[in-house]
């Protein structure tokens, strides 16, 4: 079984961030939560600069502190922390009866009646803290999935009653569905004990694995964002990039495996990108690049593990003729 190369694991365990060690013992080398390094790491994170930066953070409006709460989680915090538990409460407070969250509430265009995003941006973050399974969260997760179109993507939104166009940049080969918003409503599924091997997390992985480009300038963008690096400013734009860090570690999670030719051809053309000691270096950020690392060792690992247990899934799809538009500066 692969795991990520033996220099690699030293090296990240090396890093002077404890968030990031912590995650290496836990994710890369199982380390149970009680052992003493690993309990002495999840200590120093919450006094490490990083974080405390986050926690005295004050959001402006409900969309950044949506993505507060999401990299506190990336960090490793979660609801027993009072200041997550705090902004927890407060993102759930704006939660419709339905299950979505107004549309008001984010930095959108007022002609949308619904956009799927209105759920699975909000979502991800409640997840990352530990509320995947918060009774308002899985109202949330069912008001997600009825958004479905047919083929199991996800729409940009309705305009009118009448879907919403699907720019050459966010387009899903092959589907009317729109990838931003299937990939952001992956990014929640996969983050929910029960719903990350369901069928519509399967299927959304399947349509985004259709489109095959190889934008290795975009590669880390979520890790930046996670890290405050590029700032969150559009809506339905929110994953204008198609960051193949990010698709694999979504995809890793659903419990597929390299059996499926993409997801094979996909992992060839990453390793193929290490660098020294077994590193990824960020393509925009070089002090990232040990954060890319681990995102992606992480994900090689559950793919490598699926196939070891025998339960992995391979999809189906086909491999479709992707051409790529410019994203606009919009929403």
Known sequence: ?????????????????????????????????????????AARRLTDADTLDLLATRPADFQESVLLLARLGHLGLDRSHPRVAELHERVLAEQRADGAFPLTL?????????????????????????????PRAERAYDWLVDQRLPDGSWPTGLVAGQPGGVPAYRRLPGSPGCRANTQAALAALVLHPGRAGSEPARRAVDLLLRRETRDEWALGTEISRMHGRERAAGFISHHARFDLAFVLDLASRTGISSADARIGDLTAFLRGLRGAGGLWEHPSHPDLGRWLTLSLSVSLRRLDRALA???SWAGEGPRLAFRSGAAPAGV
């Open 106 to 134: 984010f930095r959108t265009d007022d002609r949308y009646s619904m956009i799927p995003l209105q759920a699975s941006i909000p979502l991800r973050a409640l997840a990352a803290v530990g509320a995947a399974t918060d």
């Open 1 to 41: 079984m692969e795991t990520a190369p033996d220099d690699a694991v030293w090296l990240l365990l090396g890093d002077r961030s404890p968030a990031l060690r912590a995650r290496v013992l836990a994710e890369l080398l199982d380390v149970p939560e009680d052992d003493p390094e690993y309990a002495d790491l």
């Open 309 to 311: 247990r025998g339960d």
